[in-house]
């Protein structure tokens, strides 16, 4: 059976949705928010990173350009959910052609997760879960019970003063280095992780929480009307 795909209108529709589904009531989706969305994946289609120092792991972060035949391209939910990173990444201060370059390596590996992290429980929910229920998940302690942690964190390590680097690469001193992202599965090994990291190795982190954003993506493309192109509202 086919993947199922969307239309542009339908992803916008379900990214607004999914960013403000506990601050917003309405159906329209502002045009500064389309423009954004837009930009990314021009971006992504016409950024050269072949002189990268590590090979990248996708030709592109979110959607490849439409064929000459169809004009318009058919999104995947994996493809609108890597979407919904790139915002995050906008949100918390990096620039565009960052984003792209990061989502570029974070592609694969985000790819391969999704379904999982669409299986339950659920985090849009805003519920907890005993962890004797789902024994294959991580868990955290709380209130002396311990609870099933389908969270999925990712550190990402950006040096914006490459003279601080003790090997800084040839020609690379006006970029800012991007390390390699760390995933960590619950919160737990997100303070293990943190812990090994600060403040001996780096006193500055991002970090993400990106299953409860697969799991509202999905939720909202479900419940995606068809959007014509110059049509924004539903």
């Known amino acids: 059976m086919a993947e199922k795909t969307y239309g542009r209108g339908q992803v916008e529709w379900a990214l607004w949705r999914s960013f403000g589904r506990a601050h917003f009531n309405t159906e329209d989706v502002p045009q500064i928010f389309r423009t954004r969305i837009k930009r990314l994946l021009e971006i992504d289609r016409d950024i050269d990173l072949s002189d990268a120092e590590v090979p990248l792991e996708a030709d592109y972060a979110f959607a490849p350009p439409p064929s000459v035949e169809s004009g318009d391209v058919a999104y995947r939910a994996v493809d609108a959910f890597c979407l919904a990173i790139a915002l995050d990444l906008l949100d918390a201060g990096f620039k565009q052609a960052e984003v792209v370059f990061l989502m570029r390596y974070l592609r694969a590996e985000l790819q391969k997760r999704f379904p999982k992290l669409l299986a339950a429980p659920s985090l849009t929910s805003r519920q907890s879960y005993r962890a004797q229920d789902y024994p294959d998940l991580p868990s955290y302690e709380q209130g002396g019970r311990r609870y099933a ?17 003790p090997r800084p690469l040839p020609g690379r001193h006006a970029k800012p280095i991007i390390l390699e992202p760390v995933f960590c599965e619950g919160v737990e090994a997100l303070t293990e992780a943190l812990h090994d990291v600060m403040p001996t190795r780096r006193r500055a982190v991002t970090v993400l929480e990106v299953a409860a954003t697969a799991q509202a993506v999905w939720e909202f493309l479900a419940a995606a009307p068809i959007i ?4 924004p509202k539903s």
């Open 149 to 165: 942690d389908r969270r999925l964190f990712v550190i990402l390590q950006k040096v914006e003063l490459t003279e601080i680097v």
């Open 228 to 231: 014509r192109r110059g049509r």
